[in-house]
């Protein structure tokens, strides 16, 4: 399909969240355009913007748009039903805007962003899955997907009620290929059984992976490859089949010559790679402040049906995360069940724990999430 093949690219993708600033804080569009420029050269074709993130359309605009053929690039926006969007109009007019602040003319991937349990019934309430087939219909996006930070069961709700959507992305990384907080390889795994290609984000899991802790840097450090540590996980992502680009919001020029030294020339993970990959993630599985083994021993009899160590789990992987990010896997770990604000303190969980862990006090610490 033109070019929506997931064979024909390179597997990197520049994503335009985290731009590169000058002193007076404005996105430097200066060096943003080196940085297309390099890309374009290198062979790469996907941009990723978003109405939301600040500044960064219009500088697309001056950056690559004004300066280069329109068939030289993909381009990628998104339209977000949550925060200040309180009614259909005001929803249907971020297109608008975004076509008028890119000049792009039509946007090659046009996803519906941030799904998740708190706003995905706004996009039905709003129309948005009928516009963006308009839209499509009259050549106004080429293909549309959506974004997504949901569970599961969402995921499967979401492509069985809209089984057109060309593609979908997905927040993947090492990391998080088993968090429950995540959910990486299931809903990997739930898009490639329906033939969706993925879009991956966060692949450096927001810069965490690009500095990890002292135990992974060590496993990474005995290979003296000389790799960067974001190689490790942006080659990791762009190793699996049906991954149609990997994003990597690159904020400087350095930044963008590390990622396209070996992803000009991708070659994927060989067998001792992946064993490395192993290795760093049970290092950071196992650096964790509460010792929960996740034996579910103490949910069993939990009449307040809280998933204790699935919010253990989140709680240990909140070193460096930002709060929106630990607070969006708290929802999903949560969604439908107890949380840690509704212990009764009743102490069955406690007397089930074979790590004699202290869950009622521990539970109170992961207040804060809420």
């Given at each position: 399909?033109d070019?929506y093949s997931?064979?024909?690219?390179?597997?990197?993708?520049?994503g335009?969240m985290?731009?590169p600033?000058?002193?007076n804080?404005e996105?430097?569009?200066?060096?943003?355009?080196?940085?297309?420029d390099?890309?374009?050269?290198?062979g790469?074709?996907y941009?990723?913007?978003?109405?939301?993130y600040?500044?960064s359309e219009e500088?697309i605009?001056k950056?690559?748009?004004?300066r280069?053929?329109?068939d030289?690039?993909?381009l990628?926006t998104?339209l977000?039903?949550?925060?200040?969007i309180?009614?259909?109009e005001?929803?249907?007019?971020e297109f608008?805007?975004?076509l008028?602040?890119?000049?792009?003319g039509?946007?090659d991937?046009?996803?519906?962003?941030?799904?998740q349990?708190?706003n995905?019934?706004?996009?039905?309430e709003y129309?948005?899955?009928?516009?963006?087939?308009?839209?499509?219909?009259k050549?106004?996006?080429?293909?549309?997907?959506?974004?997504f930070h949901?569970?599961?069961?969402?995921?499967k709700?979401?492509?069985?009620?809209?089984?057109?959507?060309d593609?979908?992305?997905?927040?993947?990384n090492?990391?998080?290929?088993?968090?429950?907080g995540?959910?990486?390889?299931i809903?990997?795994?739930?898009c490639?059984a329906?033939?969706?290609?993925?879009?991956?984000?966060?692949?450096?899991?927001?810069?965490?992976?690009?500095?990890?802790i002292?135990a992974a840097?060590?496993i990474?450090?005995e290979?003296?490859?000389?790799m960067?540590?974001s190689s490790?996980a942006?080659?990791?992502?762009a190793?699996?089949?049906?991954?149609?680009?990997?994003?990597?919001?690159?904020s400087?020029?350095e930044?963008?010559?590390?990622?396209?030294?070996?992803m000009k020339?991708?070659r994927?993970?060989?067998?001792?790679e992946k064993?490395?990959?192993e290795?760093?993630?049970?290092?950071?599985?196992e650096?964790?402040s509460?010792?929960?083994t996740?034996?579910?021993?103490?949910?069993?009899?939990?009449?307040?049906?809280?998933?204790i160590?699935?919010?253990?789990?989140?709680?240990?992987?909140?070193k460096?995360?930002?709060?929106f990010?630990?607070?969006r896997?708290?929802?999903?770990?949560t969604e439908g069940?107890?949380?840690?604000?509704d212990?009764?303190?009743?102490?069955q969980?406690?007397g089930?724990c074979?790590?004699?862990?202290?869950i009622?006090s521990?539970?109170?610490k992961c207040?804060?999430?809420?």
């Amino acid at each position: 399909m033109d070019n929506y093949s997931t064979n024909n690219r390179m597997k990197l993708g520049f994503g335009l969240m985290r731009l590169p600033k000058s002193e007076n804080g404005e996105i430097d569009v200066e060096q943003v355009s080196r940085m297309a420029d390099a890309f374009l050269e290198a062979g790469g074709t996907y941009f990723d913007t978003a109405f939301v993130y600040s500044g960064s359309e219009e500088a697309i605009k001056k950056a690559l748009v004004d300066r280069h053929p329109r068939d030289s690039y993909t381009l990628a926006t998104k339209l977000m039903c949550s925060g200040e969007i309180k009614d259909e109009e005001t929803a249907k007019q971020e297109f608008l805007t975004s076509l008028e602040r890119t000049g792009a003319g039509y946007f090659d991937y046009y996803l519906l962003h941030a799904i998740q349990r708190s706003n995905y019934q706004k996009y039905d309430e709003y129309h948005i899955w009928d516009y963006v087939k308009e839209l499509k219909e009259k050549g106004l996006i080429r293909h549309y997907g959506f974004s997504f930070h949901g569970d599961p069961d969402l995921l499967k709700e979401m492509l069985d009620k809209h089984p057109d959507v060309d593609f979908v992305q997905l927040q993947i990384n090492y990391a998080d290929w088993e968090n429950p907080g995540v959910n990486s390889r299931i809903n990997y795994e739930i898009c490639k059984a329906n033939g969706k290609p993925v879009v991956v984000m966060e692949p450096v899991k927001g810069g965490i992976l690009a500095d990890p802790i002292p135990a992974a840097k060590a496993i990474f450090d005995e290979e003296d490859n000389g790799m960067s540590y974001s190689s490790w996980a942006i080659r990791y992502v762009a190793s699996l089949d049906n991954i149609l680009v990997v994003l990597s919001g690159m904020s400087s020029f350095e930044q963008m010559q590390d990622n396209l030294s070996y992803m000009k020339d991708f070659r994927p993970l060989d067998d001792h790679e992946k064993e490395v990959i192993e290795r760093v993630r049970k290092a950071i599985d196992e650096d964790r402040s509460i010792a929960c083994t996740a034996c579910h021993y103490c949910t069993e009899g939990c009449p307040m049906n809280i998933p204790i160590p699935e919010i253990f789990a989140v709680e240990n992987r909140r070193k460096g995360s930002p709060e929106f990010r630990t607070k969006r896997e708290y929802v999903i770990v949560t969604e439908g069940r107890g949380k840690a604000s509704d212990c009764v303190q009743c102490g069955q969980c406690e007397g089930a724990c074979p790590q004699h862990l202290p869950i009622i006090s521990l539970l109170e610490k992961c207040r804060n999430m809420e």
